[in-house]
């Protein structure tokens, strides 16, 4: 049991340091540009191609708000 505990140990030390190697790799960018340029667009595309597990996970909160939003609306207009 102490082998197996020690083990599950040396598995969360190993993924929290590749996690913080990941991190410090991390390269950040400034996108910069006027108004509907294009900027929250480039930015879903460099998720996606470099971070899909970031970009799926913010998907699923996006896809409650549209739900709640949906809802709101359909209240609205059905009075």
Do not use: M
């Not at 950040?28 to 667009?41: D, M, N, P, W």
């Not at 597990?53 to 207009?77: C, D, M, P, Y």
């Amino acid at each position: 049991d102490a082998a197996r505990v020690s083990r599950e140990i040396d598995d969360e030390i190993a993924v929290s340091r590749r996690a913080y190697d990941r991190r410090k790799k991390a390269i950040k960018i400034l996108l910069l540009g006027q108004a509907e340029s294009g900027k929250s667009t480039t930015l879903k595309n460099f998720q996606l191609a470099f971070s899909p597990q970031h970009f799926h996970k913010e998907r699923a909160a996006w896809k409650t708000i549209i739900s709640v939003l949906n809802g709101a609306g359909r209240g609205v207009r059905g009075r």
